[in-house]
Nanobody
């Protein structure tokens, strides 16, 4: 069983940056998709960014040009650098691994418990 733990959330002003991290208890390999999702109050969980099995990256339109997903395989850690944050970026951010698709939550097997990001 893979455990994922997110960190790095917080409360920031619009325009500021945050870097989220997601540590995995075991190496989950590089053959599956891994990604970041966001859920705002009263809304469905939406895909923000992913790393595809061959290393290509995928982003939601809302994240393109502002967010950067990356990984450190040696540390079993996934990152999401978020720059130019906007109030609409507010929500709980989840990392996910073991995916078979990029930004579709139902296609991921392992989930963290989330970290809160609030932008005012």
């Amino acid at each position: 069983h893979v455990q994922l733990v997110e960190s790095g959330g917080g409360s920031v002003q619009a325009g500021e940056s945050l870097r989220l991290s997601c540590s995995a208890s075991t190496y989950t390999g590089s053959r599956d998709y891994m990604g970041w999702f966001r859920q705002a109050p009263g809304k469905e969980r939406e895909g923000i960014a992913c790393i595809k099995p061959r290393g290509n990256l995928g982003y939601a339109r809302s994240a393109e040009g502002r967010f950067t997903i990356s990984r450190d395989n040696a540390r079993n850690t996934l990152y999401l650098q978020m720059d130019g944050l906007k109030p609409e970026d507010t929500g709980t951010y989840y990392c996910a691994r073991g995916g078979s698709g990029c930004l579709v939550a139902s296609l991921y097997r392992y989930w963290g418990r989330g970290t809160q990001v609030t932008v005012s």
